[in-house]
T-cell receptor, first 116, second 112 residues
Framework: GAVVSQHPSRVICKSGTSVKIECRSL??????MFWYRQFPKQSLMLMAT?????????EQGVEKDKFLINHASLTLSTLTVTSAHPEDSSFYIC????????????FGPGTRLTVL | QQQVKQSPQSLIVQKGGISIINCAYE??????FPWYQQFPGKGPALLIA?????SEKKEGRFTISFNKSAKQFSLHIMDSQPGDSATYFC???????????FGTGTSLTVIP
């Protein structure tokens, strides 16, 4: 149990376009989902925390108008990178909290975004 | 300020040896300490976790040792195998909190 999926796994886009990444909890309801960004050989940086049905809470330094997060249901959260630029190229990972396991977070497989 | 410090940055171990990764934390309010394993191009996977009511937790070849007074915890991988080659992250959080504070990661290579 506690499986989290992400789609797409890899995306290449042109500068100026918007990209949507989906994060789904497949076998549990996730009241809270998290979005992280990871640069090569570096740790995970929390971008935002999203709770179902409410606005996401962004970490300091993360542009909320650039990284739009929607947590419309207990099994789906989306991250939209608007007007992407090459510096947005990164590995984006979501995680979800399963209320049955209280504080444990289960991570998705990640999405590799490359902006040309 | 780095809430969780992890060392070493990289580690090379012979097959069958013991891999040891250490983490230290600052905030005494932290009471949940998970370890994650990450393979290249994949998301982190929960390996093992501990809460401060015990000093050690073992699951198969993986053991967490926890020292509350020193604010340190470590991951021991016994009988290390080439398939264990991955990046390992420690983390700390409040059990009732949202945010995980991750260490900087340790790249483990187990050579045959």
């Amino acid at each position: 149990g506690a499986v989290v999926s992400q789609h797409p796994s890899r995306v290449i886009c042109k500068s100026g376009t918007s990209v949507k990444i989906e994060c789904r909890s497949l076998d549990f309801q996730a009241t809270t989902m998290f979005w992280y960004r990871q640069f090569p050989k570096q740790s995970l940086m929390l971008m935002a925390t999203s709770n179902e049905g409410s606005k996401a809470t962004y970490e300091q330094g993360v542009e909320k108008d650039k990284f739009l997060i929607n947590h419309a249901s207990l099994t789906l959260s989306t991250l939209t990178v608007t007007s992407a630029h090459p510096e947005d190229s990164s590995f984006y990972i979501c995680s979800a909290r399963d209320g049955r396991f209280y504080n444990e977070q289960f991570f998705g497989p990640g999405t590799r975004l490359t902006v040309l | 300020q780095q809430q969780v410090k992890q060392s070493p940055q990289s580690l090379i171990v012979q097959k069958g040896g013991i891999s040891i990764i250490n983490c230290a934390y600052e905030n005494t309010a932290f009471d949940y300490f998970p370890w994650y394993q990450q393979f290249p191009g994949k998301g982190p996977a929960l390996l093992i976790a501990i809460r401060p009511d015990v000093s050690e937790k073992k699951e198969g070849r993986f053991t967490i040792s926890f020292n509350k007074s020193a604010k340190q915890f470590s991951l021991h991988i016994m009988d290390s195998q080439p398939g264990d080659s991955a990046t390992y992250f420690c983390a700390a959080s409040k059990w009732t909190g949202n945010q995980f504070y991750f260490g900087t990661g340790t790249s483990l290579t187990v050579i045959p």
